[in-house]
């Protein structure tokens, strides 16, 4: 049983799915979902504590040894972003179940969950699998799911969202499939382990250097890096508000994944960083995301929108990190990229409470909610703090890193911008804050605006305390992430 | 290598090209997916044709032959077929959704809608 781990984390929830359809009893269905995802969560945090023993994990589907076979590998930043993923799911499930009664037809919640679980299952995937093509693979499924349930939202511009997603998102996956064509006429192989190997004995060509620039634009879209980010924003804003928290913290932060297993494993630093100068590109994309979503961010009155904008430039920080290209800088990528989702995931959570009592996360329609609704309006807080980065946050210490990272590199006017970005981080959660501490309710059912259910708050108070505990004690996830950096910078190298 | 060799490669290039040109020109929903799936066509017959060895045939195994084609990318292909299948399907249903909602499957008429 302990030796497939590797491959249960991904079946549990894939034969979860159509479990849920063939009960289509949304009660049943989430039981099922909550079950399969602590089951996953559990597996995750074993196979965490077995790599940190045992070291890299592999694991040959089907007994076919590797390169001919498909390898699952996992390494600790697998499972460091495996423990991230399913810890979401984990807690945005048994959310879900109070959530989408609200947001979701009766007759569409076995479906909601069916998939939802896909979508989880196809996010694990590709984090394990240690062969390129199974990353597409995996990388569609979570993909066809996530339009599928962005679809679901209530307002009609859910479908223009998510009919743009799977436009922009087919056409990077699309990329990233010619990306592996061009690897595999070079290589013939599609393991990653056995590619990393292959690749630098190939006389130079032109081949290589393109399929890196198709692997790496492919994932760029994914992750929505600015420029590539236009899908975004409506996908988050309109989508039902736990698919919000769950696709705003796990599907870029996977594609972040995929993105460094490209250039670390696959294409080794050497060649992505020193010859590709990949670091180059990104750094000052990143730099303009960072400084013109913060910007956009201020100007939003949707709040949801406004933390979508806000996502933009947080990814801006972790790609950032990575294209330090050094061990400080990439940890802080990490760092930033594992406590990022706990912090938007609680955001968003504190939103979907809000939204589950006014129907509407309107700026306007929020005034003085922090009366009416203090325990949501609590966790807001305190995932807005840790957004920001004060003290005792987990935004904080990814921040500090970041900042170390960028000095030491004597970039001090890149160190200079994410302090000045986080001021303006200050002003867009400030706005929030005023609306709903400092001004009196404006709506004319004041009676009836109550605290949310307890099923909504138990979860979003569980990322909040998260957010908390790991800018107290950073212990556990610093030392993931610094000997995962250190993993990936010591490879070809 | 002469131009002639690549033949099948510059065919690759000009069908991904057309694909692409129609998935950002064209406002239509409908023809953004036809556009797609033109994009994603192209990917599918460079892998095909990347697994055509000269002189070889179907990997079949027969007493005659002792060379075949590499097997492997038109499997690889047939994943990608299916993926890209359900992207159509997904895709065209939301454009039926989005036609019962607006009204409308033109990009710039739905963007008025919204305003």
Avoid at chain 1, 196 to 206: D, K, Y
Wanted: charged residues 10%.
């Amino acid at each position: 049983m302990m030796n497939h781990l590797p491959v249960l984390q991904v079946i549990i929830p894939l034969l979860a799915a159509p479990l849920c359809v063939i009960v289509r009893n949304g009660q049943i269905a989430g039981v099922i979902a909550v079950a399969s995802s602590w089951v996953s969560l559990w597996m995750a945090w074993k196979i965490f504590q077995l790599v940190q023993v045992a070291g890299t994990i592999s694991y040959n589907l089907g007994g076919w040894l590797a390169p001919v076979g498909i390898e699952y590998r996992i390494d600790t930043l697998a499972a460091f972003v495996l423990i991230l993923v399913t810890l979401v799911g984990a807690v945005v499930t048994p959310y879900a179940i109070t959530s989408v009664k609200k947001e979701i037809d009766e007759s569409k919640e076995s479906l909601f969950y069916a998939a939802f679980l896909l979508c989880l299952s196809g996010l694990l995937g590709i984090v394990v699998t240690g062969d390129i093509f199974n990353v597409f693979v995996f990388l569609e499924i979570s993909s066809l799911s996530a339009y599928a349930l962005i679809a679901l939202g209530k307002d009609r511009r859910a479908l223009i969202a998510s009919y743009q997603y799977l436009i922009m998102g087919s056409v990077g996956a699309t990329f990233i499939v010619i990306g592996i064509g061009m690897l595999y006429v070079m290589t013939g192989s599609l393991n990653m382990a056995d590619l990393a190997i292959l690749l630098p004995e190939l006389p130079s060509n032109r081949i290589i250097p393109v399929a890196f620039a198709f692997l790496t634009i492919g994932v760029c879209l994914k992750l929505a890096l600015f420029p590539l980010h236009v899908w975004l924003p409506n996908a988050y804003a309109y989508a039902p508000s736990a698919v919000t928290a769950f696709i705003a913290s796990t599907a870029t932060k996977v594609a972040i994944y995929m993105l460094l297993r490209i250039c670390f494993t696959i294409f080794g630093p050497d060649f992505s960083f020193v010859k590709m100068q990949l670091g180059a590109i990104l750094l000052p994309l990143s730099v303009i995301a960072i400084f013109s979503m913060s910007l956009v961010a201020i100007f939003q009155t949707n709040v949801k929108r406004m933390l979508a904008y806000s996502s933009l430039a947080q990814i801006g920080y972790i790609v950032l990190g990575i294209s330090l290209f050094t061990n400080t800088g990439l940890t802080a990528g990490i760092l930033h990229l594992f406590n990022h989702a706990v912090i938007k995931g609680s955001l968003f959570m504190a939103l979907g409470c809000v939204m589950y009592r006014l129907n509407s996360v309107d700026l306007e329609s929020m005034r003085g909610l922090g009366k009416k609704m203090p325990l949501t309006m609590g966790a807001f807080l305190v995932g807005g703090f840790s957004l920001i980065g004060v003290p005792f946050t987990a935004g904080f210490i990814s921040k500090w890193y970041l900042i170390q990272g960028a000095l030491e590199k004597g970039l001090w006017p890149v160190a200079l911008l994410v302090l000045m970005t986080s001021l303006m981080a200050v002003v867009y959660i400030w706005r929030v804050v005023e609306s709903v501490y400092f001004s009196e309710f404006g709506g004319s059912d004041a009676d009836e605006i109550t605290e949310a259910p307890l099923g909504l708050l138990l979860p979003t108070w569980a990322l909040a305390i998260l957010c908390l505990y790991f800018g107290i004690n950073g212990t556990f996830t610093v030392l993931a992430a610094s000997s995962a950096a250190a993993n990936l910078m010591g490879v070809g190298s | 290598m002469n131009a002639m060799g690549l033949l099948n490669y510059w065919f690759v290039i000009v069908l991904m090209m057309i694909g692409f040109y129609v998935l950002i020109a064209q406002g239509n929903l409908v023809k953004k997916i036809v556009g797609l799936n033109i994009f994603q066509t192209s990917v599918f017959v460079f892998y095909i044709s990347m697994g055509k060895i000269t002189g070889a045939t179907a990997p079949i195994l027969d007493s005659d032959w002792s060379v075949y084609s590499n097997p492997l990318p038109h499997v690889l292909i047939l994943t990608a077929i299916v993926v890209g299948v359900a992207t159509t399907a997904l895709g065209l249903s939301l454009t039926v959704r989005i036609h019962e909602a607006y009204g409308s499957v033109e990009e710039d008429e739905i963007n008025e809608m919204d305003e």
